[in-house]
């Protein structure tokens, strides 16, 4: 079955720091890879996919984010951190294989201090 | 561009009545839109894909009476959540696919919080 972990429920860090959010996934299928952002209250913002090609993807907001196949994992990277990223993110896998619909991990919850 | 719109933002409805839920993309067309309930901090749950033209295909344990969807155009879904009980207040969120070479990516509305009293 399809399956996306993202093992952090929360992250705190300080404003200016470097960040990286984890996701794993586990998919019977080549997949397609997305991170989204959601504030509070707030349907979900794109910030970067991948579907085929250069493994290291760049977005919006300076975010990046890079594929490993071997691990089965698409990181979420941001170099420093602005108070304004406090959010939750979300990784999901999709596949045309799957009608194109999305698996999402449980979010993980990005805190920053000051 | 990609963009989507949801309307209404937040809805409050009595106990048995039904709540009408709009989900549009402005700038393109989608022959399939998605849609979403969120329970507090909880990930989001795949209620129903909306085809235009044809039927909704429903997730496991959703119930296609009570949760209506309708996909008349190329640019608007609709939820009707019939008969809402105080259980269904939820946050909504529909998304709408975007085809680009072949390649899907779903672009979200902002949402629709519902209470029902």
């Known amino acids: 079955a399809q399956s996306v972990t993202q093992p952090d429920i929360h992250i705190t860090v300080s404003e200016g720091a470097s960040l990286e959010l984890r996701c794993n996934y586990s998919y019977g299928a080549t997949p397609y890879l997305f991170w989204y952002v959601q504030s509070p209250g707030q349907g979900l913002q794109l910030l970067l996919k991948?579907?085929?090609?250069?493994?290291l993807v760049q977005g919006i907001k300076g975010f990046e984010a890079e594929f490993k196949r071997s691990q089965s994992s698409f990181n979420l990277r941001k170099p420093s951190v602005h108070w304004s990223d406090a959010a939750e993110y979300f990784c999901?896998?999709?596949?045309?294989?799957?009608?194109?619909?999305?698996?999402f991990g449980a979010g993980t919850i990005l805190r920053v201090k000051s | 561009g990609a963009v989507v719109s949801q309307h209404p933002s937040w809805v409050i409805c009595k106990s048995g009545t039904s709540v009408k839920i709009e989900c549009r993309s402005l700038d393109f067309q989608a022959t399939t839109m998605f849609w979403y309930r969120q329970f507090p901090k909880q990930s989001l749950m795949l209620m129903a894909t909306?085809?235009?033209?044809?039927?909704?295909?429903?997730e496991q344990g959703v119930e296609k009476d009570k949760f209506l969807i309708n996909h008349a155009s190329l640019t608007l879904s609709t939820l009707t959540v019939t008969s809402a009980h105080p259980e269904d207040s939820s946050f909504y969120i529909c998304?709408?696919?975007?085809?680009?070479?072949?390649?899907?990516?779903?672009?979200f509305g902002p949402g629709t919080r519902l209470t029902v009293l």
């Open positions: 998304s709408a696919r975007f085809l680009a070479g072949g390649l899907a990516t779903q672009y």
């Open positions: 909306s085809n235009e033209g044809s039927k909704a295909t429903y």
């Open positions: 999901a896998v999709g596949a045309r294989e799957y009608g194109n619909k999305l698996v």
């Open positions: 991948y579907f085929s090609g250069d493994t």
